[in-house]
């Protein structure tokens, strides 16, 4: 309950805004699934210290569960395959 308290607080007064956006982190989106006690949040950063400065301060206070999933998108498949066919002749 101390984190939805907190998730509420930093969602209302802008705070959650103002962290989700910084020059090397951004949170595109963010999705709940309440009947499973889920969140599903999608994000592009520089690198994965920007993930875990993101993401620590909730583990860290409320000891919440995270998995992270490193994706990318069809231009970059496309353009990573393109090379692979290059050097498989």
Not at 36 to 57: N, T
């Amino acid at each position: 309950m101390k984190a939805y308290q907190l998730f509420v607080e930093a969602w209302e007064n802008g705070e959650m805004a103002k962290s989700d956006k910084t020059e090397k982190f951004e949170m595109l989106f963010r999705v709940h699934a309440p009947g499973e006690g889920r969140v599903v949040c999608l994000c592009k950063a520089e690198s994965d210290k920007e993930i875990f400065e993101h993401f620590a301060p909730w583990r860290a206070k409320f000891g919440i569960h995270m998995e992270f999933t490193p994706v990318i998108s069809c231009q970059n498949i496309v353009d990573y395959h393109k090379d692979l066919f290059k050097t498989l002749g």
